[in-house]
């Protein structure tokens, strides 16, 4: 059964930190491409980052780059998101999503993703 779970979201006052996880289960983690997106209450889905399967690639997002770091740790099937700096704009729920691709092509839509997580809600508020 395959399962994409996120964790590490809360509120958060705006320039601070706050790191995301998404926990793996239920197909070859390191054979997948794996991407974080965000929905604002209101708004359409976005795409925030990317990494590919090896760890070596990642792409950003215009509005988070440079605040925003995604990483992974194959060996524990899971994809992180370090936010740093945050804004009240970043407000939203932050989902993790796989692609099955083995080169270093990064998808930023959707539809490029084949499994996704529930979503954790990310607060940024004083």
């Known amino acids: 059964q395959v399962q994409l779970v996120e964790s590490g979201g809360g509120l958060v006052q705006p320039g601070g930190s706050l790191r995301l996880s998404c926990a793996v289960s239920g197909f070859r983690f390191g054979s997948y491409a794996m991407g974080w997106f965000r929905q604002a209450p209101g708004k359409e889905r976005e795409f925030v980052a990317a990494?590919?399967?090896?760890?070596?690639?990642?792409l950003y997002a215009v509005s988070v780059k440079g605040r925003f770091t995604i990483s992974r740790d194959n060996a524990k099937n899971t994809v992180y998101l370090q936010m740093n700096s945050v804004k009240p704009e970043d407000t939203a729920v932050y989902c993790c999503?796989?692609?099955?691709?083995?080169?270093?092509?990064?998808?930023?839509?959707?539809?490029?993703?084949?499994?996704w997580g529930q979503g954790t809600r990310v607060t940024v508020s004083s």
């Open positions: 990494i590919d399967w090896r760890g070596t690639n990642t």
């Open positions: 999503a796989a692609a099955a691709r083995t080169d270093y092509y990064l998808p930023r839509r959707t539809s490029e993703y084949n499994y």
